[in-house]
């Protein structure tokens, strides 16, 4: 299996702030990579697929980028709505993994 | 747009078998692969296993010996069994479509709660 790890775990940011997350795939997955919202309650979102394409209906705010092993979410400046768990997941094969998850709240 | 549902029992007793329904609306089940997964509270989320509209499977092999998935194509639904349940099963299981050349969940349904307990 393709094992995902993200980091941080967490972090504590404001509104307005620069937030990047990283996700490590423990071989190269190309760019079968993507990137996922959760809020508590809900299900996941998806935000980014293929490394870097944005999801429709997805603010710009967001951006994803990297190949092979290593991927990046940046979101650009933190909006309120925007606290919330956020999973990589690759897709290059059988079984699907995701990362740990990265939580991002208030500071 | 596609909406997703699942359905089945909130309350399974150990060593029996989870079986859930996720019904497709709003567009056809056919040309796409369907997921169950599941997130333990609190924790992240584990892909169970995947079904086509033509029945072909892949399962997680962690789970691959309890777990068999069918497809109902008239009724647009799509099942999960999972059998032999413990403690360890309760969880919240969601179903999802994946899509697109590069294979992504674009649409999921709300999930529902299952919980192992005698």
């Known amino acids: 299996d393709i094992q995902m790890t993200q980091s941080p775990s967490s972090l504590s940011a404001s509104v307005g702030d620069r937030v990047t997350i990283t996700c490590r795939a423990s071989q190269s997955i190309s760019s079968y990579l993507n990137w996922y919202q959760q809020k508590p309650g809900e299900a996941p979102k998806l935000l980014i697929y293929?490394?870097?394409s944005l999801q429709s209906g997805v603010p710009s705010r967001f951006s994803g980028s990297g190949s092979g092993t290593d991927f990046t979410l940046t979101i650009s400046s933190l909006q309120p709505e925007d606290f919330a768990t956020y999973y990589c997941?690759?897709?290059?094969?059988?079984?699907?993994?995701f990362g740990q998850g990265t939580k991002v709240d208030i500071k | 747009q596609v909406q997703l549902q699942e359905s089945g029992p909130g309350l399974v007793k150990p060593s029996e078998t989870l079986s859930l329904t996720c019904t497709v609306s709003g567009g056809s089940i056919t040309s796409y692969y369907w997921s169950w997964i599941r997130q333990p509270a609190g924790k992240g989320l584990e892909w169970i296993g995947r079904?086509?509209?033509?029945?072909?499977?892949n399962y997680n092999p962690s789970l691959k010996s309890r777990v068999t998935m069918s497809v109902d194509t008239s009724k647009n639904q799509f099942s999960l069994n999972l059998t032999s349940v413990t403690a360890a099963d309760t969880a919240v299981y969601y179903c999802?479509?994946?899509?697109?050349?590069?294979?992504?969940?674009?649409?999921w349904g709300q999930g529902t709660q299952v919980t192992v307990s005698s």
């Open positions: 293929a490394a870097s």
């Open positions: 999802a479509r994946e899509a697109g050349a590069s294979r992504y969940f674009d649409c």
């Open positions: 997941q690759h897709s290059y094969s059988t079984p699907r993994t």
């Open positions: 079904i086509y509209a033509s029945g072909s499977t």
